[in-house]
């Protein structure tokens, strides 16, 4: 039986920070993140590795090894829908300086993009800046009350569970970055993490088969296996079609075993090139900063000041964290410059390769589309067939005679130069 792959999927809001969104690359190489919905991003780049909406508010990435690649579906303003293996990711951000009527127009504009996505299976992320009791906020807001019906009528799940804030800042928390799903993937996502900051993760289970190099394939090697795969008993005629099913299996697995090697998963990458342990000393001090100013504001009986200090304290943990993260890509990026000269066919050859190189235009197609693009390109020609030819002309039998000879002179043959 197949195992099950785990894949990590993260939901974060970057505040436009250039900061924060260097340290998310980090946190998607260090947490093994497959696939995130980023809200408020410092910038959307040009890269297959991310995919925006229209107005640059809301991003979907995925890492450069990761295991599935992007292809955008759709976008519009405030929502990007994209193709992630077989689901459909969908990342959205509404600002809570927008009125209520633009809120439903943007729910609108949202279904029938959910609903086109619907044969597929759809994971809708996104920081929505509603208030309701279905996901444990205490009061109930009208944005609240209506992304929760609109979320039936469309037929999405709710995966929030508890009621740990997701948004904290210095006037409070709340829980504003919410996931919904179709009913079928709902079932294989499990418990979320709890959630850093604006950083909310979540697991899901899918089905993991092995794979195999066919570049190296041994054919007489495979067909060998067969060969012996044949020789055994045919299973007996009371098994089901599942157990016949899962012996088909397990004869394949053999000859493709006998015949060609596994295919070996590459170990990700534990960080970005200019992080380092001075960097992440400070992140712990960032952190340890604010869950202590997180923890004052939950207590009632508080001690003159001793919220303000925390404040305080915080702030300057996060500067020096920012400025240290500057600095380190800064010096990763002179020491960088200070290699094209020792080894120009180095790393920076590489680099440049990579810029160049352009995937093909296809390579991103639906099979549907592509199938049709190459059948207009190429097109099914009719049966060949041959020219006609005339019969060629037979000679006659008898030559025609010649004609009396009136003149005198001896006959003489003619002959055609």
Request: hydrophobic share 40%.
């Amino acid at each position: 039986m197949p195992a099950h792959l785990h894949y990590e999927l993260l939901q974060t809001n970057a505040n436009h920070s250039a900061r924060a969104q260097d340290l998310l690359m980090q946190v998607l190489a260090e947490w093994r993140i497959d696939v995130a919905v980023v809200a408020e991003p410092y910038l959307v780049p040009s890269h297959p590795n991310w995919v925006g909406d229209t107005e640059g508010s809301v991003g979907v990435v995925v890492p450069t090894a990761g295991l599935h690649r992007l292809s955008l579906r759709e976008r519009g303003a405030g929502y990007t829908a994209a193709n992630w293996g077989e689901v459909v990711i969908i990342g959205v951000y509404f600002s809570p300086n927008r009125p209520f009527r633009e809120f439903e127009r943007f729910l609108g504009a949202l279904e029938p993009v959910v609903r086109r996505a619907s044969p597929s299976q759809v994971v809708l992320m996104g920081d929505f800046n509603a208030k309701c009791a279905a996901w444990g906020s205490p009061v109930t807001d009208t944005r609240g009350a209506l992304l929760r019906d609109w979320a039936a009528s469309v037929g999405l799940v709710l995966q929030n569970i508890g009621r740990a804030d997701t948004c904290v800042r210095q006037q409070g928390g709340s829980i504003v970055d919410l996931t919904f799903t179709t009913p079928a993937i709902g079932a294989r996502v499990r418990s979320p993490k709890r959630p850093l900051g604006r950083e909310l993760g979540w697991q899901m289970e899918e089905a993991a088969f092995p794979r195999w190099v066919l570049s190296r394939l041994d054919r007489d090697r495979a067909e060998e296996a067969a060969v012996v795969q044949a020789w055994a008993a045919d299973p007996p005629q009371s098994l089901g079609v599942e157990e016949r099913a899962v012996k088909f299996r397990r004869d394949l697995t053999a000859i493709c075993n006998a015949g060609m090697p596994r295919a070996k998963k590459f170990a990700p990458r534990e960080g970005v090139y200019w992080w380092s342990q001075d960097l992440a000393d400070l992140r712990i001090a960032s952190d340890a900063a604010r869950r202590a100013f997180t923890r004052c504001r939950r207590r009632r009986i508080r001690l003159p000041g001793e919220e303000e200090r925390l404040l305080e304290a915080l702030r300057a943990a996060k500067k020096a964290f920012s400025a240290a993260i500057s600095r380190a890509k800064d010096a990763a990026y002179t020491e960088f410059l200070s290699t094209l000269d020792a080894y120009p066919w180095g790393r920076p050859y590489r680099m440049v390769r990579a810029k160049l190189k352009v995937a093909p235009a296809t390579e991103d197609f639906e099979p549907a589309v592509l199938s049709a693009v190459v059948s207009g390109l190429f097109p099914e020609s009719l049966p060949f067939e041959p020219p006609r030819m005339a019969a060629p002309m037979q000679e006659p039998e008898d030559p025609p005679e010649a004609p009396p000879d009136r003149t005198g002179f001896p006959a003489r043959s003619c002959r055609s130069p």
